[in-house]
Nanobody, 115 residues
Framework: QVQLVESGGGSVQSGGSLRLSCAAS????????MGWYRQAPGKQREMVAV???????NYADSVKGRFTISRDNAKDTMYLQMNSLKPEDTAVYYC?????????WGQGTQVTVSS
């Protein structure tokens, strides 16, 4: 069973930065992909950024140029560097990992951006 634990959320003013971390109980090098998703109140969960085991990345259009996803296999941790934050980035951010045919999710971390 894979466990994912997010950290790094918080409250920040518009234009500020935060870095989210996702620590995995397993070896993330074995995951075919990992990603960050977010869910704002009253909205569906959406993909923010994904990184494959080969290092390929994909971003939602709304965060391109502002967010950077990365992974440190030695620390079994994935990161999301978020710069130039906007109020519309306010949401609960979830870490996701894909191992074989299984999806695993963290418990989420709140990010609140005030104008």
């Amino acid at each position: 069973q894979v466990q994912l634990v997010e950290s790094g959320g918080g409250s920040v003013q518009s234009g500020g930065s935060l870095r989210l971390s996702c620590a995995a109980s397993g070896r993330i090098s074995s995951f075919s992909a990992m990603g960050w998703y977010r869910q704002a109140p009253g909205k569906q969960r959406e993909m923010v950024a994904v990184i494959t085991s080969g290092g390929s990345t994909n971003y939602a259009d709304s965060v391109k140029g502002r967010f950077t996803i990365s992974r440190d296999n030695a620390k079994d941790t994935m990161y999301l560097q978020m710069n130039s934050l906007k109020p519309e980035d306010t949401a609960v951010y979830y870490c996701n990992a894909v191992l074989f045919i299984n999806d695993y999710w963290g418990q989420g971390t709140q990010v609140t951006v005030s104008s």
